[in-house]
T-cell receptor, first 116, second 114 residues
Framework: AQKVTQAQTEISVVEKEDVTLDCVYE???????LFWYKQPPSGELVFLIR??????QNEISGRYSWNFQKSTSSFNFTITASQVVDSAVYFC?????????????FGAGTQVVVTP | NAGVTQTPKFRVLKTGQSMTLLCAQD?????MYWYRQDPGMGLRLIHY???????AKGEVPDGYNVSRLKKQNFLLGLESAAPSQTSVYFC?????????????FGPGTRLTVL
């Protein structure tokens, strides 16, 4: 069975602070894909990044960076110099390859609150 | 290019009433999904479809039915609504069988069952 754990329910920071969101996953698949989505207060889900299991290179996109560590089954997300617009719920998700179509398993989400 | 759209955006039902949520996508995607989002539980898959005319059960299918008569549309039906079905419903689509394709989500439907 696949499982995604986002242990942090809510993180509050002051603008310009860095914030790291933890994501730990479980899967028996040797090939799998990891995703991060953002859900701002308006409610829509916005795709941020995907990472496959055989590519452990970290990635940086502007103020966002992702640290994938297969050895610890973690795919953590860091927002550098946070801004109020970063306030949202962030979901980590896992897609395995055992199923013929690949079910997307979501974590419970982490609420990030950035105050001025 | 509207992406994924959902109708309606909000709805209030009484217990026992029925309704249909409509999802439409204009990206020619093969795969479509219905999720429900509840506080502290992330998104859970209700039903999905891998192509026109096909549907399958997801993680929490009880109390829901779906149909995919046209490739661009995926309908979610509640035959007899219950308060436990109060939730935010999201539709999503993805391109094809490539496993790393991300899912594109609609704006959501907030459903309250009294």
């Amino acid at each position: 069975a696949q499982k995604v754990t986002q242990a942090q329910t809510e993180i509050s920071v002051v603008e310009k602070e860095d914030v790291t969101l933890d994501c730990v996953y479980e899967t028996r698949d040797t090939t799998y894909y990891l995703f991060w989505y953002k859900q701002p207060p308006s409610g829509e889900l916005v795709f941020l990044i995907r990472r496959n299991s055989f590519d452990e290179q970290n990635e940086i996109s502007g103020r966002y960076s992702w640290n994938f560590q297969k050895s610890t089954s973690s795919f953590n997300f860091t927002i550098t110099a946070s801004q109020v617009v970063d306030s949202a719920v962030y979901f980590c998700a896992l897609k395995g390859t055992t199923d013929s179509w690949g079910k997307l398993q979501f974590g419970a989400g982490t609420q990030v609150v950035v105050t001025p | 290019n509207a992406g994924v759209t959902q109708t309606p955006k909000f709805r209030v039902l009484k217990t026992g009433q029925s309704m249909t949520l409509l999802c439409a996508q204009d990206m020619n995607h093969e795969y479509m999904y219905w999720y429900r989002q509840d506080p502290g539980m992330g998104l859970r898959l209700i039903h999905y479809s891998v192509g026109e005319g096909t549907t399958a059960k997801g993680e929490v299918p009880d109390g829901y039915n779906v149909s995919r008569l046209k490739k661009q549309n995926f309908l979610l039906g509640l035959e007899s609504a219950a308060p436990s079905q109060t939730s935010v419903y999201f539709c999503a689509s993805s391109a094809d069988r490539e496993r790393d394709n991300e899912q594109f989500f609609g704006p959501g439907t907030r459903l309250t069952v009294l």
